[in-house]
């Protein structure tokens, strides 16, 4: 006889589980645009680590798939649940528990966001630097399990360099806590690294230990450069780097995108064609930095414009966060996610106008051009992808390889860009990163059919 799994579930958990139409629904998808094919059969809202490790529990137990899911922000279908599944919700774990800005860390349940958590560090004089776009909306949970990135990365790094520890719950519900609160550790395998980036099919990130960064001293400067086409932009932006000069944030937005941001938050049409670079430098020679920078967009023919003050340098932000609303009153978007050689920004670009010309298709592209990690947009009626957008993105993807590249910066693999992770990896490293997941989850209840096509 199949076990009423609701049932065992309701009977742990009470009225943290919810069966509500409307919550259902909302589990099947994230903002990929991309949604399962059924309905989970529950989503269970926890609230403390013995929720989780209940729910794993009875999902061992009665073999049931369960996928962990923080605010639902993701960009690749990693926490959309489908039918037969237990949506695992640790929105609700929001805590900030303890801060140590004599120690520069910090531990925190994998619910909270990542603007909430930097608005509770600042009084300590403290943050934690990951800042992805989505930063108002993010789980600190969903960033760990994707290895987000973000506009400040180039600078101060990615997730994966602001984690100390993790506490992860495992499928049968046994409690690891990975990793340390020292600066330095070395003792075993790095466990810790490899639960960052996994996607949720090792185990369920309950807890973190976050490594913390001084507030910074100094001014910040902001300044944005025009330029009269995105190659023109992105030759500038390696030269900034090539200049050895460090901004805290520099992206890139080709015409496309920047014209339909501009329309989004009702601002004056840029030039036609254009693309823009917004760079932000900070710290005690912040302006210093900035009047270098203007030179040398200058002289890669870019019309420099600098932010009078803090408010005005994040006015000019604001236009590169408003990226995917705008992309969304374009069409359904599917929003890809390669990373190249910053050198290589260039030749990227031109690939992806190779590509627009050959499947006739728009393609609007922003980059976290301080690091190479390019956004590519692909922008079509109704819900359904179309073949010839599959088509154009598996071109995409190849170029990137091809330019020593990745498939994936920040957003991950899930269930979008699974087909073409062996092409990366090679079939044995594909092979063994498989066979590692099994360690972690014999039964293969964890976020199945995410990363790895069966």
């Not at 495992?170 to 395998?189: F, P």
């Not at 190779?354 to 079509?380: C, K, Q």
Request: with cysteine; hydrophobic share 50%; charged share 20%.
């Amino acid at each position: 006889m199949t076990p009423d799994v609701v049932a065992l579930l309701r009977a742990e958990l009470g009225d943290r589980v919810d069966t509500s139409p409307a919550a259902l629904e909302s589990a099947r998808a994230d903002k990929s645009g991309h949604a399962s094919a059924g309905s989970p059969l529950a989503v269970v809202h926890a609230a403390s680590v013995d929720d989780v490790r209940a729910v794993l529990r009875i999902a061992t137990a009665t073999r049931t798939p369960v996928v962990p899911r923080g605010a639902g922000t993701g960009l690749a279908g990693g926490a959309n649940t489908g039918r037969g599944e237990i949506s695992l919700s640790l929105r609700g774990m929001d805590r900030l528990v303890e801060v140590r800005p004599d120690d520069l860390l910090a531990v925190v349940e994998p619910g909270i966001l990542n603007a909430e958590l930097n608005a509770l560090l600042e009084p300590h004089g403290v943050w934690w630097a990951p800042d992805p776009a989505s930063r108002a909306i993010s789980t600190v949970g969903g960033n760990i399990a994707t290895g987000a990135g973000g506009l400040l990365c180039a600078k101060y790094g990615v997730v994966r360099d602001a984690v100390l520890g993790v506490d992860l719950v495992l499928a049968d519900g046994r409690l690891l806590h990975l990793g340390h609160r020292s600066v330095k550790g070395v003792t075993g395998l790095d466990l810790t690294s490899l639960v960052i980036g996994s996607e949720g099919i090792l185990g369920v990130v309950v807890g973190a230990t976050l490594k913390l960064r001084r507030l910074v001293a100094g001014e910040r400067v902001t300044l944005t450069a025009l330029f009269d086409d995105v190659r023109t932009a992105a030759v500038a932006s390696a030269a900034v780097t090539a200049s050895g000069i460090q901004p805290a944030i520099m992206e890139l937005m080709d015409a496309t995108s920047l014209a339909a941001v501009h329309r989004l938050l009702s601002m004056p049409a840029p030039p036609a064609g254009a693309a823009q670079l917004t760079i932000q430098t900070d710290g005690p020679v912040a302006a210093d930095e900035a009047r270098a920078i203007a030179d040398v967009l200058r002289g890669a023919g870019g019309q420099v414009a600098v932010a009078v003050d803090d408010a005005e340098g994040e006015t000019l932000l604001a236009v590169r966060r408003a990226l995917h609303p705008a992309m969304e009153t374009l069409g359904t978007t599917l929003i890809e996610d390669v990373s190249v050689p910053r050198s290589a920004l260039p030749a990227m670009f031109d690939a992806i106008a190779r590509i627009e010309r050959r499947f006739g298709l728009n393609i609007p592209t922003v980059a976290h051009a301080g690091d190479g990690n390019l956004h590519p947009n692909f922008v079509f009626d109704g819900p359904d992808v179309p073949a010839v957008v599959w088509d154009a993105a598996e071109e995409l993807f190849r170029a990137a390889l091809d330019l020593g590249g990745t498939l994936t910066g920040e957003h991950g693999v899930g269930v979008l860009k699974r087909r073409w992770l062996a092409d990366e990896l090679g079939d044995d490293q594909w092979r063994l990163q498989r066979d590692i997941a099994r360690v972690f989850d014999p039964l293969g209840i964890l976020n199945p059919g995410k990363v790895f096509a069966i």
